[in-house]
């Protein structure tokens, strides 16, 4: 006999065949449905489904996290796509990382940076070529790194730049 594989039961969401997890919303009032996502995890797929609920059926629908409700994004509109982006945005927050790759290693988990962070890794000291220069005679000279250290080692050392 085959071990029954223990399903949360969550609303508006259900389990593929093949492991994922789907939402998915009946617009009211409509025949259609809004689809809200595939999931790596039912935790996410149920916040999609929460944050499409309250936003379409307002704060008296059946939620699966309502302790949560006044924390999740809230759709700029009823277009199916703003619905879709919110429903998204609150599923992300249920993302677990990966802790090991097939290979028995651990994953790396992606880290978003903002445009002001990644302007300033842009705008680092290590990316200049005398920053680097001043540290190798540094070394050479013995002494810590500061001040202008490239004319007291000039004589001993010869330059070759990487970057030409």
Known sequence: MKEQETVPAY???RKR???????????????TRIWLGSYEFAEMAAAAYDVAALH?????????????????PKPVSSNAEDVQLA???????????????AGGGVVPVRVGLSPSQ?????????????MWMESEC??????????????????DVDYYSIWD
């Open 56 to 72: 379409l059926k307002g704060p008296s629908a059946r939620l699966n996290f309502p302790e949560l409700s006044n924390n999740f």
């Open 11 to 13: 609303i508006g969401v």
């Open 138 to 155: 540094a070394l050479l000279v013995g002494e810590p790194y500061g001040g202008n250290q490239l004319e007291e080692c000039d004589d």
């Open 17 to 31: 065949k093949w492991g994922k997890w789907v939402s998915e919303i009946r617009e009211p009032g409509k025949k």
């Open 87 to 101: 429903a998204q945005q609150a599923a992300m927050r249920f993302k677990r990382p990966k802790q090991e790759a």
């Open 118 to 130: 990644i302007q300033a890794i842009n705008e680092s000291p290590l990316d200049s070529p005398k």
